[in-house]
């Protein structure tokens, strides 16, 4: 008989990686990053995209602390607690977006997944299709078991790429999330296993 055991905790890292998407790549946020314009001013701009704004606002909105987030980045892939992909466009390399994940039980195999895009990108699926790869290479390289996915009631867009990502709906968290300077908000839970099917590819958000 074959006795399948769970991966070790210290199994259970993130290591720097380029994910091919075909038309967009994702690669690890940090100071090396390289993007036109270069990454600072890029990721100051993002932080007054109104819809991240709202949804996802990025501690970000000056060269300082853009530098603060890639410093962290860089720390957070370091010790393999953290993974942060820019999403880029594949033939220019410009930013579109991001996607992430972080160990929130790291012993039981339990990571977060998160998105966001800038709003050229948005349309064509992008974050449908990041979200199902960061949680594939998640799965297959750091033994993650269950990856789980938490939006504000009211970010519909989020949700329909969330089940369209495979996550399905698995409740409601009351009052279990707030943004500085704003009241605590109710979120959506959204979670798939390693063994779930992933989805079809098809046309989303």
Do not use: K
């Amino acid at each position: 008989m074959t006795t399948t055991s769970e991966p070790a905790v210290d199994q259970r890292v993130f290591r720097p990686a380029v994910i091919d998407l075909g038309d967009a790549l994702l690669r690890p946020w940090g100071r090396a990053l390289d993007v036109p314009g270069g990454i600072v001013p890029a990721l100051v701009a993002a932080s007054t995209d109104p819809e991240i704004a709202r949804w996802n606002p990025l501690d970000s909105t000056d060269p300082a602390a853009a530098e603060a987030y890639l410093d962290r980045c860089d720390a957070h892939w370091a010790d393999g607690t953290m993974a942060a992909f820019a999403i880029t466009d594949a033939p220019g390399g410009a930013l579109l977006g991001n996607a992430f994940l972080r160990w929130s039980n790291r012993a039981d195999g339990i990571a977060m997944v998160g998105y966001w895009l800038l709003t050229a990108a948005r349309g064509r699926g992008l974050a449908t299709r990041a979200a199902t790869a960061v949680t594939r290479w998640a799965v297959e390289t750091a033994g993650a078991r269950r990856i789980e996915l938490f939006h504000a009631v009211g970010n519909d867009p989020s949700c329909r790429v969330a089940e369209r990502a495979g996550f399905p709906h698995e409740g409601t968290l009351r009052a279990s999330w707030r943004f500085e300077g704003r009241d605590y908000q109710d979120e959506h839970l959204h979670a798939r296993l390693a063994s779930d099917p992933y989805p079809e590819p098809g046309r989303s958000a």
